[in-house]
Nanobody, 134 residues
Framework: QVKPVESGGGSVQAGGSLRLSCVVSGYKWPGYCMGWFRHISRQEREGVAAIITSSGDQYYADSVKDRFTISRDSANNTLYLRMDSLKPEDTAIYYC???????????????????????????WGQGTQVTVVS
């Protein structure tokens, strides 16, 4: 069973940085996809960034491009999200997700530029709160 567990959330001043971590147990590397998503209060869940873990190809939402960086560490079964130049509108619960089928790869490759679809990810963490104060 694939089980993501996030950590690293917290409160930070606008313009600051945070790094989120997600340990994904049960994931068989090189695997297929991992990603970060967020839920901003009163809005729909938004795809933030995703990575095809075999190739390293990365996908970012337009709202975070050039500010956030996704990376993975297969030796430690861990996915990261480095967040720089944080803004108050980045305040959200951030979720890590992983999928072990090629469906997620197709979903990412066919997505419109600047969009990270969540529908193909089947294994989700509990989330970690990120609060950016101005």
């Amino acid at each position: 069973q694939v089980k993501p567990v996030e950590s690293g959330g917290g409160s930070v001043q606008a313009g600051g940085s945070l790094r989120l971590s997600c340990v994904v147990s049960g994931y068989k590397w090189p695997g297929y996809c991992m990603g970060w998503f967020r839920h901003i209060s009163r809005q729909e869940r938004e795809g933030v960034a995703a990575i095809i873990t075999s190739s390293g190809d990365q996908y970012y939402a337009d709202s975070v491009k050039d500010r956030f960086t996704i990376s993975r560490d297969s030796a430690n079964n861990t996915l990261y999200l480095r967040m720089d130049s944080l803004k108050p509108e980045d305040t959200a619960i951030y979720y890590c997700a992983a999928d072990t089928s090629p469906v997620c790869v197709n979903g990412l490759m066919k997505a419109a530029p600047g969009q990270v679809p969540s529908s193909a990810f089947g294994n989700w963490g509990q989330g970690t709160q990120v609060t950016v104060v101005s």
